[in-house]
């Protein structure tokens, strides 16, 4: 009896599921929230080269030293890009990329937020706009950080340290068994911890328990690390196709990487909505029975 109970539940669910995420028409809450990131990669990019420049300029010495092992007619052209680049810092562009980068990614959070509500409650402008702003800003932070923290992790870490241990030295036996459940394993916390955050305090009110919340946000995070891990299986071994293609392709795949995380997040909360329908089912049924 209890295993045909449990068996209808888990099918109650999954009918609700697909309901509630074609209802509630979570690609278009996805391609919008994914435009608004997308659009805040160019700011972000102007922001991470002039910081660069700016913690580089006080090692010019260091550089320039480095740059007499290469041979001479090498070293005197690098010398003078290297001098002219540095100096071409911009501190207006640097505030400018990093204004530009909360506005854009903040715009995306915030329809994170919204669409949330309309997730939860079937109004996606439950909420005063000062409010979504807010969390929106609070939601940037932590999300993008989680985000970007598990892309440099498992996507391009990996193929530093290789580089690393190709061109400079090899790495012990104890870095090694360190790193590889590292690699996954701080992405992963951060991320659940960010997700079961957002999850709890993005809607406009509190209407499910912390343990369905903490459930469905490790389950997210192991399809968002998988989805990463695609993009990092593409970054190390399918980057090839960029000869045939050129280095556009490498864009694409990155924005297809940000819209299917953004994507996998909505299908989060659409899960949980999911989750509290089946509880809403056995409540009805014990009232009838």
Not at 85 to 114: D, E, K, M, N
Not at 151 to 174: G, K, R, T
Request: with cysteine; aromatic share 16%; charged share 15%.
């Amino acid at each position: 009896m209890k295993t045909e109970a449990g068996k209808r539940s888990v099918i109650f669910c999954f009918k609700s599921f697909i309901r509630r995420y074609i209802d509630d028409d979570i690609g278009a809450l996805s391609s919008e929230a994914s435009y608004c990131f997308i659009l805040g990669l160019i700011p972000f990019m102007i922001f991470l080269v002039n910081c660069i420049l700016f913690f580089a300029a006080p090692q010019l010495d260091v550089i320039m030293s480095l740059l007499h092992y290469l041979p001479e007619q090498l070293a005197v052209s690098m010398e003078a890009n290297v001098e002219r680049i540095i100096a071409g810092r911009s501190s207006i562009w640097l505030f400018a990329g990093l204004i530009g980068t909360i506005w854009t990614a903040s715009q995306g959070a915030a329809v994170l937020v919204r669409g949330m509500d309309k997730i939860f409650f079937r109004d996606r402008n439950i909420q005063s706009w000062l409010k979504v702003s807010l969390k929106a800003c609070v939601f940037t932070v932590f999300l993008v950080f989680a985000m970007i923290l598990s892309l440099l992790l498992i996507v391009f870490a990996n193929a530093v340290i290789f580089l690393i241990q190709e061109s400079v030295f090899s790495f012990p036996d104890l870095f090694w068994d360190i790193w590889k459940p590292s690699r996954y394993g701080i992405p992963f916390v951060v991320m659940s911890l960010s997700l079961a955050f957002f999850y709890r305090y993005a809607p406009n009110r509190y209407i499910t328990n912390w343990l369905r919340i903490i459930i469905i946000s490790f389950l997210v995070t192991v399809v968002l690390l998988l989805v990463t891990a695609g993009y990092g299986y593409y970054i190390l071994n399918v980057s090839g196709m960029g000869v045939t293609y050129g280095s556009l392709i490498g864009l694409v795949f990155l924005f297809l990487w940000i819209h299917l995380a953004v994507r996998v997040i909505f299908a989060g909360g659409v899960m949980i909505m999911a989750w509290e329908d089946v509880k809403n089912l056995k409540r009805r049924e014990k009232i009838s029975e």
